[in-house]
């Protein structure tokens, strides 16, 4: 089983940044993708970024366009996003999520955290 907890959320201005965290407490050898989705109110949960085990795979949505950046460290178990030039749309709950056969579609994960609130303001 897999357990993933989200931190660096918060308040911040239109063109600045913000760089999220995932720890994962994995109790298996299995090798997980992990990925950020984000839910805006009143929206559908959506893909935002997503890596593979070794790192050496990353896949992003097109609304990223540049400004995020997926990274891992296994040997620290930790999953970051770095998010720069945001933008008031960004504002969401941004949650981390974990999969084998991880994807960019939500039902290829198995483990999801509960999530980080980000709000960027105008």
């Known amino acids: 089983q897999v357990q993933l907890v989200e931190s660096g959320g918060g308040l911040v201005q239109a063109g600045g940044s913000l760089r999220l965290s995932c720890a994962a407490s994995l109790r298996t050898r299995s090798r997980y993708a992990m990925a950020w989705f984000r839910q805006a109110p009143g929206k559908e949960r959506e893909f935002v970024a997503r890596?593979?085990?070794?790192?050496?795979?990353?896949y992003y949505a097109e609304f990223v366009e540049g400004r995020f950046t997926i990274s891992r460290d296994n040997a620290k178990n930790t999953v970051n996003l770095q998010m720069n030039s945001l933008k008031p749309e960004d504002t969401a709950v941004y949650y981390c999520?974990?999969?084998?056969?991880?994807?960019?579609?939500?039902?290829?994960?198995?483990?999801w955290g509960l999530g980080t609130q980000v709000t960027v303001s105008s």
């Open positions: 890596i593979s085990w070794s790192g050496g795979i990353t």
């Open positions: 999520a974990a999969g084998i056969g991880g994807l960019s579609t939500e039902r290829t994960y198995d483990y």
